[in-house]
């Protein structure tokens, strides 16, 4: 299994940034999808989650309004979009995958995790 993360990179604030990740090796229909970020110093934090099934959505309060995360089943691919990027956005990105999964802001849910792309903001 493979999740390939990319569309990370320097921006200025209020500026929008569209991530992708696609998946490999695993049934992608059957995984719900996550976005999580971790920042220099800190644990990493939930962003946003697609469920498998219905495709319902669910995003951290900090990022409600702003990131919209979407699917695409027959690319086997998982898309966040970042508008309004604020310098606080700066992280690593993160997908991962929950197999069957109501999913949450919880790490240890998830299967299957990518290697991470870099987003930083100034401002």
């Known amino acids: 299994v493979q999740l390939q993360a990319s569309g990370g990179g320097l921006v200025q604030a209020g500026d929008s940034l569209r991530l992708s990740c696609v998946a490999s090796g695993l049934t992608f229909r059957s995984y719900s999808m996550g976005w999580f970020r971790q920042a220099p110093g800190k644990e990493r934090e939930f962003v946003a989650a697609i469920t498998w099934i219905g495709g319902s959505t669910y995003y951290a309060e900090s990022v409600k309004g702003r990131f919209t995360i979407s699917r695409d089943n027959a690319k086997n691919t998982v898309n966040l979009q970042m508008n309004s990027l604020k310098p606080e956005d700066t992280a690593v990105y993160f997908c991962?995958?929950?197999?069957?999964?109501?999913?949450?802001?919880?790490?240890?849910?998830?299967?299957?995790w990518g290697q991470g792309t870099l987003v930083t903001v100034s401002s």
């Open positions: 991962a995958a929950d197999y069957h999964g109501r999913p949450g802001p919880i790490p240890n849910e998830y299967d299957y």
